[in-house]
């Protein structure tokens, strides 16, 4: 990769996937693309345009001799729910400009997918890589959706597009904003800053989960991988930890004191129809894909930087 594209570069997934890309091929060669939420400090090239706007994407391409993109534009799981056909245009006609693009300009494309692709249906635990694909939520749907257009653009056109189903992310760089796994990390901010918080799942949930630098390093390491070990063009399952709520709660509680009150609301139906555990045996066979946090760690290094970033003891 020489010249990358990163759509959302300011999202949840974007805001530590940016500067990992800046660091490993220098900040004049990722381009970021965001729209409202710039952040005034950011330290790169960055341009603003919609994802909408094909003819502006193309001009970038262009203007950058672009190669790679990464396609991390998407409203999430909450935010789909409010506007259903607002999330199936951002979130589809999104990723086929993307791969349009991609056809016309011989591009290497990185999309992300989700365990939201899974349902009530999917086998809870151990869920394996092919397994049943029925989603309950739009953001499901448009995930299963892009698995399937991601395929057909590799086998129709020959497009080099990659792809992992990513668990509950915990960051402390981005705020939680419109996903339903945001309870793990919701807990650390209110934690920190209140000394309580509300879930609004019960202590009883379990879905896969997986720390920020964790789901950076699969990112960038399926990319890298040989284009002849990629055996999926849907995409990847991908797993670190399973933890209950209640789980999570007890190993913050070694740290700090939060006092947990579970008051499940629409989310929990969204959460109990995902996997509990995830068999991610084929992305460690064909790519090599170890994690390295666990529950322990991952909680530590969360309170470490939160401290320094909400400014508390």
Known sequence: MKKILVTGAFGQIGSDLVPALQKKYGKENVIAIGHTNVPRDFDGVVEKVEIHEKGKLEELIQKYHIDTIFHLVSLLSVKGEVDPSLT??????????????AVEHKLKVFWPSSIAAFGPTT????????????????????????????????LKYGVDVRSVRYPGIISWKAEPGGGTSDYAVAIFYDGLQKGSYNCFVSKETMIPMMYMDDAIRATVQIMEADEKIISIRTSYNLAAVSFTAEELAKEVNKHISVSVIYQPDHRQKIADSWPRSIDDSQARVDWGWEHEYDLAKLTKEMIQKLRIKLKTR
């Open 123 to 154: 086998p809870k635990e151990n869920t394996p890589q092919h397994t049943i694909l029925e989603p309950t939520t739009m953001y499901g749907v448009t995930k299963v959706a892009g698995e399937l257009l991601s395929q057909y653009y590799f």
């Open 88 to 101: 199936w245009d951002i979130n589809m006609n999104g990723l086929k400009f993307v791969l349009d693009l």
